[in-house]
């Protein structure tokens, strides 16, 4: 019983941290190797800028899938719309006051590293 008690309280920690990530997912420390998954979603911002946020890293691509589909519930949520941080460090599901940040999702898929970003 106590194993039981303690298996659900560590799976409510975990969906609490895991729930309080996609609020600001700092993107700038990220450091995919060759062979892992990342997730990537394509951005186009409120000053007409195209880019790609790398914003998980994974050994698997089973993981990086369950992640992916993760983040779309939550762009999907937001009506494609996201919020990122100078020097596009961060990205975020909530306006900051007074900063005009306001991002279009242009499309979110995992990719295998080393990835070289196309032209978009």
């Known amino acids: ?18 729930a309080q990530s996609y609020a600001a997912e700092d ?21 007409n800028n195209h880019y790609l946020l790398k914003t998980s890293v994974h050994d698997d691509v089973e993981s990086c899938a369950a992640r992916l589909e993760n983040i779309a519930g939550q762009i999907k949520k937001a009506n494609g719309v996201v919020f990122t941080a100078p020097r596009n460090t961060k990205l975020s599901f909530e306006k900051e006051e007074g900063i005009e940040n306001e991002a279009k999702v242009l499309e979110v898929r995992c990719v295998l590293e080393p990835f070289k970003p196309e032209r978009i």
């Not at 106590?2 to 799976?11: E, F, P």
């Not at 700038?28 to 409120?46: C, E, M, R, Y």
């Open 27 to 47: 993107v700038s420390k990220l450091n995919p190797q060759p062979g892992q998954w990342t997730t990537v979603v394509a951005i186009f911002d409120h000053l």
């Open 1 to 18: 019983m106590m194993k039981h008690t303690l298996a659900i309280l560590t799976m409510g920690l975990i969906t609490v941290f895991s």
